[in-house]
């Protein structure tokens, strides 16, 4: 018995009549990783977490939670616990029954816990449910699910409708349960949000994994940003290996390179640079290089 593996999909598939939503997936998500699950609307996502809650049928493939069929939900539930990006809960109940009802649903609690992120995620349990913004509303969904400590955490855009210190507390409480052992499988738009978290991303794309692995594993999928100034005039490096989207700007040269960057280094460097910067692409930079603007313009849209 190897190393068991907290989700594993193989050729994964739903389609509903002539539309494919989810082609062919294989993903394995490792126990203890934080694995983040992106891509632009309509990309599949929402379709391959309901797969893995069991909560609908593939047409073809399948999925597993810790080596339980996710079809199999009265046993895969007892190994999870799932935050919609949308919680439904019942109007009359004060969100401490809330709370206490999710935790007998589950099985498990942690009581102790459960009243720190109380306090941690700032959040008034006394009230009815009715009163709450979606802002709180969304804490129930995290609360119920963090104190459960369960193997498993599945997130759908966890933190919509929360504001930036209780995204915070968000990621802080993310971090305390990879730290516990938690596996934790996070599909989200807030590219700061993966980038800050994840161990590694998978790219879904019109229902297809179209890139999977670490973040600096796919650097590749895009160049390097170099920015350079000059005293005297800026010299030409449009013809040098690997470089594009130059821009001269006075004495000021912004340009991009894939792959080697030494080619492009050795033309600045003749010139004598004042100032030489070059970084990393962020997440967003790489989104970008793979879907053009158009995918992107549009981060808050749904599924």
Not at 37 to 66: C, D, H, V
Not at 126 to 150: C, E, H, P, W
Request: net charge neutral; aromatic share 6%; hydrophobic share 40%.
């Amino acid at each position: 018995m190897g190393m068991e593996s907290a989700i594993t999909t193989k050729g994964l598939t739903k389609k509903y009549g002539s539309f494919v939503a989810l082609a062919q997936l294989d993903l394995e998500v490792k126990k203890g990783e934080i694995l983040g699950y992106l891509g632009p609307n309509g990309a599949g996502k929402t379709t391959t977490i309901r797969s893995i809650l069991g909560l609908i049928q593939p047409t073809s493939g399948s999925a597993e939670i810790f080596g339980i069929p996710a079809t199999d939900t009265v046993q895969s539930h007892k190994r999870l616990a799932y935050i919609p990006g949308e919680a439904s809960f019942w109007p009359n109940l004060t969100g401490m029954e809330t709370l206490h009802l999710l935790g007998r649903l589950h099985g498990e609690m942690d009581i102790a816990y459960r009243d720190q992120l109380i306090k941690r995620f700032e959040f008034m349990p006394d009230k009815k449910v009715r009163t709450y913004s979606k802002g709180n509303r969304q804490k129930i969904s995290l609360i119920a699910a963090f104190m459960t400590r369960a193997d498993l955490l599945v997130m759908d855009e966890p933190t919509s409708g929360l504001d930036p210190i209780m995204e915070q507390a968000f990621r802080q409480t993310v971090l305390e349960a990879k730290a516990a052992g938690q596996t934790v499988f996070l599909s989200s738009h807030i590219l700061e949000e993966v980038e800050a978290l994840c161990d590694r991303v998978a790219i879904l794309r019109a229902g297809k994994l179209v890139e999977l692995g670490t973040l600096s594993e796919m650097r590749h999928l895009s160049s390097v940003r170099v920015e350079a100034s000059f005293d005297t005039k800026v010299p030409d490096v449009t013809k040098v290996a690997g470089v594009s989207g130059v821009e001269v700007h006075g004495h000021q040269l912004v340009c991009q390179v894939q792959g080697p960057i030494e080619p492009l280094l050795r033309a600045l460097v003749d010139a004598g640079p004042k100032t030489l910067l070059s970084r990393e692409p962020s997440l967003e930079e790489l989104f970008l290089s793979l879907y053009g603007d158009n995918e992107v313009k549009n981060p808050k849209g749904r599924r």
